[in-house]
């Protein structure tokens, strides 16, 4: 249980400085220093944030909002992937900018409150791990808020204690020594193979696609629109066969034109837009048929977004970390998930002109 111990631990370094226009006194107040949970999300640091501005802001209704280089930071997106996604060259501390006035609509969907945003993640998991999510539908009152509390707080042992009541299944852990057992198994095998057993893992997949090509991480572009990132949400179901199944596999199936010998220009990928499953979550977090809906979509290949073919990933990153593709992906979907039970994986792609 190491691995998953430190990605609670996980922290961003930020620097948090007040946008100009919001700043009432002078001399200006010097920006804020945070530690911020990779696996938590950038409203839940108001109540640090806004008593440090607090004599500084204007009068007003106050409508907390985060941006990068002039990017909205989209609020629903776990920080520390926040961070993987815009700073392939990690900048630390990282220099993001608070509002507490002029809320981007157009941009952002209202934060209305990031504790059913989170229910309603856990319910897509489990519809994909399980088949439904009734254990999640079915938490009480209190276990639904301790479960986000220990969240908030960063406390995996009551995380643990809560989440264990769910009853989602765990991924085999024994393809981590297939690989090491392969080489001492009999060349000589039965003809019926024992049952595969299967592992449902969901993935969201966050692609920035780069035209030029680059030898150092500070040389790609800054992003300046969301329209640059494309998202995929889709599960990788891992099969026990005769060899150890990989991160290489499994990207395989999130992007398989990537891995095509033919041309296959502009392929669809399939997915459910978070954007619309938290715009959802606002409207209904306890429907059953909304949430198997979004869940069963997640399987399915509707249009999400196109990348060619001729493209080449330059860069993997799950939790900050850059792993290798050889690594067993049980051991990735067993201790690198964040607490809505999915795993989030960003990746930069080179595209052809």
Known sequence: MEAPKFVWEGAIPLQIHLHESQVTTLPPPPPALILAPRIGYLPLLAPLIKPYFSSTLPPGVDTIWFDYNGLPLKWYIPTGVLFDLLCPEPERPWNITVHFRGYPGSVLIPCEGEDSVNVLLCQQAAYIMNGNCKNVMNMSQSDQLELWHSVMNGNLEAY????????????????????????????????LPAQAKTGRVPVRLYVLSVSKDFDDLDEI????????????????????????????????ILL???????????????????????????????????????GQNACKRPEACRISSSAEIKLIRIQGIEPKLEIPFSWVANNLLNPDYFLHVCVCVKVAQ
């Open 256 to 294: 398989p034109e990537l891995f095509l010998d033919e041309s296959l220009m502009n392929v669809k990928l399939g997915g459910v837009d978070l954007e619309d499953a938290v715009r959802n979550s606002n409207e209904d977090v306890t429907s059953d048929k909304v949430v198997e809906d979004q």
């Open 221 to 252: 572009p800054r992003v300046d629109s969301w329209e640059k990132i494309s998202y995929i949400n889709r599960p990788v179901e891992i099969r026990k066969e005769d060899k150890c199944f990989t991160l290489h596999d499994a990207l395989k």
């Open 160 to 191: 643990q204690r809560v989440s264990s009541k769910l009853k989602l299944a765990t991924v085999d852990d024994e393809y981590a020594s297939l690989c090491l057992q392969k080489s001492q198994q009999s060349v000589i095998e039965t003809d």
